[in-house]
């Protein structure tokens, strides 16, 4: 969830820095997808990345079947969000 989180907050500053104000998390993906990685900004593997945290995320807190993450998920959740924070960040700075 932590690793989702950055990542999410990273994309909403991409958001901002367009003017632009998010109105859900599924939104922000198809931002994302649309004017960044459609347009070679960004490498799609982020947006899903994204996407697909944004989706375990949806299903912890409001699913009805107990979730349970591997230690080795969340390392690797842990990894992507540093990848995908700091590319977002190199992107701010242009």
């Not at 994302?32 to 996407?51: A, F, P």
Request: net charge negative; proline share 1%.
């Amino acid at each position: 969830m932590s690793a989702y989180t950055a990542m999410f907050q990273a994309a909403r500053a991409l958001l901002f820095k367009d003017g632009i104000v998010e109105k859900s998390h599924f939104c922000v993906v198809q931002y994302l997808d649309e004017i960044y990685s459609k347009k070679g900004h960004m490498e799609q593997k982020y947006v899903t990345w994204l996407n697909t945290y944004r989706e375990e995320r949806h299903i912890s807190l409001y699913g009805l079947e107990p979730t349970g993450t591997e230690k080795d998920d969340s390392r690797l959740a842990i990894e992507r969000a540093r990848e995908f924070v700091s590319h977002v960040k190199k992107m701010l700075e242009e």
